[in-house]
């Protein structure tokens, strides 16, 4: 039987609304707002990544040309530190003590790049020049700056008084279940390895501006976010008022990918300095300062252990991680390892865990959600670990996941590490990427490759992962005087197609063109409250949410219509942006019922969707990749994604947001990586050292969905934002290592996979 794909509604294929401002110059993010009588800031960072500073004098910036204040930490002390959300519960039943970002630094530095000062300017050029001329000296001490040796005895302490660089601890798992496990097996497989660290480098550098309403007596803060209402939280705590003094506004935002969910001192900065000025106060971060300053993600020394039975069962997983934090405990920093292990056992049906964490500080930025939050390591650490047993017991990389599998009759399944799936049908996506990449037909291509004097390798990785995690997220309709909709909901789009995705819900309901569907988020006035956008919650939660509020509007629609047509509301159809009676060519539009309204109320349809558990997308993703062992440089030649997101909303937003996981996904695997010298200072502070993947780096991806909807969500959907990165990086990396293994028998190479780096891998395994 075909099925007719809707115009609008549920799994049309709708081009986004949001693209032609885009495209033609007309989006409007923070850096292009400039209210009147607006002034810049700029704020003088520490040099140093560990020591005590001194400021000896102001006197020269403060009186320096165009300059209308400066503040230091002891002119902020007033301000409360930006804490984060608190420390996950240890083993013995404590929480450790937090470290928390100071909105300036008073006498000590952390991390280079930490922030000492800020100067106020008529422009950014002027409070830059001023920023030099405060006299400050630096104290510099020995840093913390590796997360492997985070915890060594000669290692310098990031908080002295502390008395360690362990931040915090955490187990999850049966430890004794897990050592007679160990006991037991026929065969245990161990591997160890960096995950490395990554900056996001989204588009559009934050920025941010700040006002001061005094009649009011409120705050307006305007910049880029991924979601309003959870800035205005925190920063009402900031600032010690209640939330309802602060207005926060986003505009347009370029790129998010989790770190713009958080609250940055600047932010708290051009607020408070607006209030002392009483003029609207503006700060710009350049490229340099994102490298510097914004949360960055990943960082993880991990060591594995797999347990199997004679037949390559896996009985067993042991876990030890060290989680970097950075300097500071940002804000939800600590989560998201804790949030990583509890997918520990992935699509498999591992019996036992033993996970174990240490959260550690060094003198670095810190470290916290990056797309995926924890979810992306522990699909690299577990699908790693499963090529390595294939290896060592001889099976194929699909044979030994099609033994393990968690079966489709197990669902529901709760897992070792106290997750409930609700469906999947694992290897039915395994057995379509298999067919789709050619998997079986590799040796063909490979023997071509080795005429060619290069090496060539195939890899995948099946994962699964936790999204759209229980919770909700309102929204409300309302029909217009002109006969348009406009929706109101509390996520915050930063790239994905918002506007598109959540009118195709609307439209479907009233029966309306998308384009008549407006969208707002992004103001905290507009809308009491909102969980933003993060774990890929926006539309399985608000699109559940935005379609009920169509419904509850449609109600009221025919309502209105049939009052006025004198008919009975169940004859009365939507259709075309009108209600007419059915049958006949009696009708009134969307404008006139908006007319004829007797309340407001009448006009606004009103939803909410709670979900009680997370959804879990799955998938499998298989990389095929050509290696030149005489320059070391990794080409990948093909890549096949098969999917399970429950039911699709639009197949074009979804590749696109798959296309984009992919290419991050793959950036980790071959070519980023933030480093840092022994003396706490960031070597890949610009493009030019940071290797960010480019349009070359992906042949054309081919991908498709195999659909299990899920039982969690009243849609069937599950979240797609983050499953590219989660699928690709072990993909990737299992392909560059096949290519090695069956070269050199090379079994491990660190991320990111460079030419160099594996060039110096293929030399060592030669000599």
Same mark, same amino acid.
Do not use: W
């Given at each position: 039987m075909t099925i007719a794909t809707p115009k609008f509604g549920m799994g049309a294929s709708v081009l986004r609304l949001e693209d032609r401002a885009f495209i033609t110059g007309a989006g409007r993010y923070t850096d292009d707002i400039h209210p009147d009588g607006v002034l810049h800031c700029y704020i003088l960072r520490s040099p140093v990544a560990n020591g005590a500073f001194r400021?000896?004098?102001?006197?020269?910036?403060?009186?320096?040309?165009?300059?209308?204040? !400066?503040?230091?930490?002891?002119?902020?002390?007033?301000?409360?530190?930006?804490?984060?959300?608190?420390?996950?519960?240890?083993?013995?039943?404590?929480?450790?003590?937090?470290?928390?970002i100071p909105i300036l630094c008073r006498d000590r530095v952390h991390y280079v790049g930490d922030a000492v000062a800020l100067v106020v300017a008529d422009s950014r050029e002027l409070a830059q020049d001023a920023a030099e001329l405060i006299e400050i000296d630096f104290d510099s001490d020995d840093a913390a700056a590796a997360t492997a040796t985070a915890l060594d005895d000669d290692t310098p302490l990031v908080w002295p008084e502390l008395k360690t660089n362990e931040a915090f601890t955490y187990h999850l798992g049966d430890?004794?279940?897990?050592?007679?496990?160990?006991?037991?097996?026929?065969?245990?497989?161990?591997?160890?390895?960096? $995950? $490395?660290?990554?900056?996001?480098?989204?588009?559009?550098?934050?920025? *941010?501006?700040?006002e001061w309403n005094a009649d009011e007596n409120r705050f307006v803060l305007t910049t880029g976010t991924q979601g309003v209402h959870g800035v205005q =939280?925190?920063?009402?705590g900031v600032f010690g008022i209640d939330a309802k003094q602060l207005r926060v506004i986003t505009p347009d935002v370029g790129g998010g990918f989790g770190p713009?969910?958080?609250?940055?001192?600047?932010?708290?900065?051009?607020?408070?300095?607006a209030r002392k000025l009483g003029k609207p106060v503006k700060w710009t971060g350049d490229r340099t300062e994102h490298f510097l300053t914004d949360a960055q993600g990943r960082d993880n020394v991990v060591e594995a252990a797999m347990a199997m039975d004679?037949?390559?069962?896996?009985?067993?997983?042991?876990?030890?991680?060290?989680?970097?934090?950075?300097?500071?405990?940002?804000?939800?920093?600590?989560?998201?390892?804790?949030?990583?292990?509890?997918?520990?056992?992935?699509?498999?049906?591992?019996?036992?865990?033993? !996970?174990?964490?240490?959260?550690?500080?060094?003198?670095?930025?810190?470290?916290?959600?990056?797309?995926?939050?924890?979810?992306?390591?522990?699909?690299?650490?577990?699908?790693?670990?499963?090529?390595?047993?294939?290896?060592?017991?001889?099976?194929?990389?699909?044979?030994?996941?099609?033994?393990?599998?968690?079966?489709?009759?197990?669902?529901?399944?709760?897992?070792?590490?106290?997750?409930?799936?609700d469906v999947g049908e694992f290897d039915g996506h395994l057995e379509a990427a298999l067919k789709n990449s050619g998997w079986h037909d590799f040796e063909k291509r490979l023997k071509a490759s080795q005429k060619h004097g290069?090496?060539?390798?195939?890899?995948?990785?099946?994962? !699964?992962?936790?999204?759209?995690?229980?919770?909700?997220?309102?929204?409300?309709?309302?029909?217009?005087?002109?006969?348009?909709?406009?929706?109101?909901?509390?996520?915050?789009?930063?790239?994905?197609?918002? *506007?598109?995705?959540?009118?195709?819900?609307?439209?479907?309901?009233?029966?309306?063109?998308?384009?008549?569907?407006?969208?707002?988020?992004?103001?905290?006035?507009?809308? =009491?409250?909102?969980?933003g956008t993060g774990g890929s919650r926006s539309i399985p939660l608000g699109g559940v949410s935005a379609a009920r509020a169509g419904e509850d509007l449609a109600v009221k629609l025919k309502a209105i219509a049939a009052d006025e047509l004198e008919a009975s509301p169940a004859d009365i159809e939507l259709a075309d942006g009108s209600a007419r009676i059915v049958g006949t060519d009696r009708s009134m539009d969307f404008a006139a019922i908006a007319k004829a309204a007797k309340s407001p109320d009448d006009l606004k349809g009103v939803g909410e969707f709670v979900q009680n558990e997370a959804t879990y997308p799955n998938g499998t993703h298989v990389c095929e990749v050509e290696i030149d062992p005489e320059t070391g440089e990794t080409h990948v030649t093909a890549y096949t994604i098969v999917d399970d997101f429950g039911v699709t909303v639009n197949p074009i937003l979804l590749a696109g947001q798959v296309h984009g996981g992919v290419a991050q996904g793959l950036g980790q695997a071959l070519t980023e990586g933030a480093i840092y010298s022994?003396?706490?200072?960031?070597?890949?502070?610009?493009?030019?050292?940071?290797?960010?993947?480019?349009?070359?780096?992906?042949?054309?991806?081919?991908?498709?969905?195999?659909?299990?909807?899920?039982?969690t969500n009243a849609l069937g959907m599950k979240g797609a934002g983050e499953a590219g990165t989660i699928g690709a990086t072990p993909a990737v990396l299992n392909a560059v290592t096949d290519a090695l293994y069956r070269a050199y028998g090379i079994d491990h190479i660190e991320m990111p996979a460079t030419p160099r780096r594996v060039w110096e891998a293929i030399q060592a395994a030669q000599e």
């Open positions: 400021i000896t004098s102001t006197e020269a910036a403060r009186t320096a040309p165009g300059v209308h204040l !400066v503040l230091t930490g002891e002119d902020v002390a007033h301000l409360r530190s930006l804490r984060s959300g608190g420390m996950p519960k240890q083993a013995d039943g404590t929480r450790a003590p937090t470290r928390d430890k004794t279940k897990a050592k007679a496990a160990f006991a037991k097996a026929a065969k245990v497989t161990r591997i160890a390895f960096t $995950n $490395n660290r990554l900056i996001c480098n989204y588009m559009e550098p934050r920025a *941010a501006i700040g =939280k925190v920063l009402a713009k969910s958080f609250v940055y001192r600047e932010y708290a900065l051009v607020m408070e300095a004679k037949d390559g069962r896996f009985l067993a997983l042991d876990v030890n991680l060290i989680a970097n934090m950075g300097a500071y405990i940002h804000q939800y920093g600590p989560y998201i390892p804790v949030i990583g292990v509890s997918m520990s056992t992935g699509v498999y049906d591992i019996p036992a865990i033993d !996970v174990n964490i240490t959260g550690v500080y060094t003198n670095t930025c810190p470290v916290d959600a990056y797309r995926g939050a924890g979810r992306p390591e522990a699909a690299l650490l577990l699908e790693k670990l499963v090529d390595a047993c294939a290896r060592e017991m001889k099976m194929a990389p699909d044979e030994i996941r099609r033994r393990n599998f968690i079966r489709p009759e197990q669902f529901p399944y709760r897992t070792a590490t106290g997750r409930l799936y290069k090496i060539r390798g195939i890899g995948l990785a099946t994962y !699964v992962e936790a999204c759209a995690f229980a919770g909700s997220e309102p929204a409300h309709v309302q029909l217009n005087g002109d006969g348009t909709i406009t929706l109101f909901i509390g996520t915050q789009t930063n790239g994905q197609g918002h *506007a598109t995705a959540y009118a195709q819900f609307v439209a479907e309901k009233l029966n309306i063109d998308i384009d008549r569907i407006k969208l707002r988020q992004g103001d905290t006035d507009e809308l =009491k409250d909102g969980g022994e003396d706490g200072q960031l070597l890949t502070a610009s493009f030019m050292d940071y290797g960010m993947p480019r349009a070359d780096s992906l042949p054309s991806l081919a991908f498709e969905t195999r659909n299990v909807p899920s039982t």
